[in-house]
């Protein structure tokens, strides 16, 4: 799929303004504060139904009005889509796709696809855990709509049961609260491994060519053991069992899927404690890239990629590497610059210039 126009209004530093995209390399060009990641952010926006900066949709408003509106075109292989979202500084947000008004976000997932990657997404190699985890529950999401709903029902069984340990729920109540909990969070954790298996495969991949077969990055998803849902389930209960005590002290789960990770291995490096800089943002890469993917051969379309200030993160090398590597897809570049190198070994492109919230065909 590609994202064919962005319409925005009263968004960020923008006014007004409609931006038409090419199905190739997009690069939105211009100084520092002039608008660049703002639609970036807009377009995650209509794909993830929330800003990758900022969970507060009120900071996305321009500041000298009460309402801003955001709408984006996709063209897709045997179809278009088209969704709008309409944010009000003293209401909740409203979303519609193709005219039709929504009321569960589940309903985005899937619309505009989109792969998101900035220096911050970088980060998820070093940061914690919980990084990861949203990392990996963002792209199941996209993947599946059914994922979406899972992940909700699990929140707020998990929610619910930290309620009740706090309020010194007894034994026979937990049991049936640890039920739900098992059978929903081993579902979770069965998708996740899957998910982490065949992302570990096509990362490893992505990571020898970014590398030139210099180094081998690997994988692997700490969770529960066992393969089955039975087995995973059976693991995930009796430690919710051990842990109980310790639970209700705490007036906290300490066991399940939101306490799992994903390992990343350089050889036999634990690169997210010991990797170094460079390790862990081309492991972070490689596994982007490889998420792109896992959703196209998914959804039997290409998503979206969207690289906020990635560049100038990468020597020229890599940088080259990383294009030729991305060229067959829709992808949306900000950069303040481009080297001539750059667009002389990738060709085919398009560029946008960004002054002050308006935007200019370069
Ligand atoms: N709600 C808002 N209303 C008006 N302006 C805003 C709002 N939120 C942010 N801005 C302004 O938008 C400007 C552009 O921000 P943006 O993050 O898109 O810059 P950028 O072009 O990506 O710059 P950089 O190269 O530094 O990343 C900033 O000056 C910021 O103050
Ligand atoms: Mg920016």
Not at 139 to 149: D, E, R, T
Not at 156 to 164: C, E, G, H, P
């Given at each position: 799929?590609?994202?064919?126009?962005?319409?925005?209004?009263?968004?960020?530093?923008?006014?007004?303004?409609?931006?038409?995209?090419?199905?190739?390399?997009?690069?939105?060009?211009?100084?520092?504060?002039?608008?660049?990641?703002?639609?970036?952010?807009?377009?995650?926006?209509?794909?993830?139904?929330?800003?990758?900066?900022?969970?507060?949709?009120?900071?996305?408003?321009?500041?000298?009005?009460?309402?801003?509106?955001?709408?984006?075109?996709?063209?897709?292989?045997?179809?278009?889509?088209?969704?709008?979202?309409?944010?009000?500084?003293?209401?909740?947000?409203?979303?519609?796709?193709?005219?039709?008004?929504?009321?569960?976000?589940?309903?985005?997932?899937?619309?505009?696809?989109?792969?998101?990657f900035s220096p911050d997404e970088m980060k998820i190699v070093k940061d914690g855990p919980s990084?990861?985890?949203?990392?990996?529950?963002?792209?199941?999401?996209?993947?599946?709509?059914?994922?979406?709903?899972?992940?909700?029902?699990?929140?707020?069984?998990?929610?619910?049961?930290?309620?009740?340990?706090?309020?010194?729920?007894?034994?026979?109540?937990?049991?049936?609260?640890?039920?739900?909990?098992?059978?929903?969070?081993?579902?979770?954790?069965?998708?996740?491994?899957?998910?982490?298996?065949?992302?570990?495969?096509?990362?490893?991949?992505?990571?020898?060519?970014?590398?030139?077969?210099?180094?081998?990055?690997?994988?692997?998803?700490?969770?529960?053991?066992?393969?089955?849902?039975?087995?995973?389930?059976?693991?995930?209960?009796?430690?919710?069992?051990?842990?109980?005590?310790?639970?209700?002290?705490?007036?906290?789960?300490?066991?399940?899927?939101?306490?799992?990770?994903?390992?990343?291995?350089?050889?036999?490096?634990?690169?997210?404690?010991?990797?170094?800089?460079?390790?862990?943002?081309?492991?972070?890469?490689?596994?982007?890239?490889?998420?792109?993917?896992?959703?196209?051969?998914?959804?039997?379309?290409?998503?979206?990629?969207?690289?906020?200030?990635?560049?100038?993160?990468?020597?020229?090398?890599?940088?080259?590497?990383?294009?030729?590597?991305?060229?067959?897809?829709?992808?949306?570049?900000?950069?303040?610059?481009?080297?001539?190198?750059?667009?002389?070994?990738?060709?085919?492109?398009?560029?946008?210039?960004?002054?002050?919230?308006?935007?200019?065909?370069?």
């Amino acid at each position: 799929m590609f994202v064919s126009e962005v319409f925005v209004q009263n968004y960020r530093n923008y006014i007004k303004e409609k931006v038409s995209f090419e199905n190739k390399t997009n690069f939105l060009v211009g100084k520092n504060a002039q608008g660049k990641t703002n639609l970036m952010e807009a377009i995650y926006l209509c794909s993830v139904g929330r800003s990758a900066r900022t969970p507060r949709d009120r900071e996305l408003i321009n500041f000298d009005s009460d309402r801003a509106y955001v709408k984006v075109f996709v063209k897709k292989r045997f179809s278009a889509d088209r969704v709008e979202m309409t944010l009000d500084k003293s209401a909740n947000k409203r979303v519609a796709v193709n005219g039709l008004p929504i009321t569960r976000i589940g309903e985005l997932m899937g619309v505009v696809t989109t792969v998101f990657f900035s220096p911050d997404e970088m980060k998820i190699v070093k940061d914690g855990p919980s990084d990861r985890r949203r990392f990996m529950d963002i792209s199941l999401c996209q993947m599946s709509k059914a994922y979406f709903y899972l992940l909700s029902s699990y929140n707020k069984t998990l929610s619910q049961r930290n309620k009740l340990l706090k309020n010194g729920a007894t034994d026979d109540v937990l049991d049936v609260w640890d039920m739900q909990l098992v059978g929903l969070g081993s579902k979770i954790i069965k998708t996740r491994r899957g998910f982490v298996q065949r992302l570990g495969e096509k990362a490893a991949h992505n990571h020898s060519y970014l590398t030139d077969g210099g180094e081998s990055l690997k994988l692997g998803y700490e969770s529960e053991s066992g393969e089955t849902v039975e087995e995973i389930a059976l693991s995930f209960k009796e430690h919710l069992l051990k842990d109980r005590e310790k639970d209700k002290l705490m007036g906290y789960t300490r066991s399940g899927p939101h306490k799992d990770d994903i390992a990343f291995f350089v050889g036999d490096t634990d690169i997210r404690a010991f990797g170094s800089q460079g390790q862990q943002r081309t492991a972070a890469l490689a596994v982007k890239l490889a998420e792109i993917d896992l959703i196209a051969g998914e959804k039997e379309e290409y998503p979206v990629l969207l690289l906020d200030d990635v560049l100038s993160e990468l020597d020229l090398d890599r940088q080259i590497r990383l294009l030729n590597k991305i060229k067959d897809y829709q992808t949306i570049i900000t950069c303040t610059h481009i080297d001539d190198n750059l667009t002389k070994a990738i060709g085919n492109y398009a560029k946008f210039m960004v002054e002050n919230g308006k935007v200019t065909r370069g």
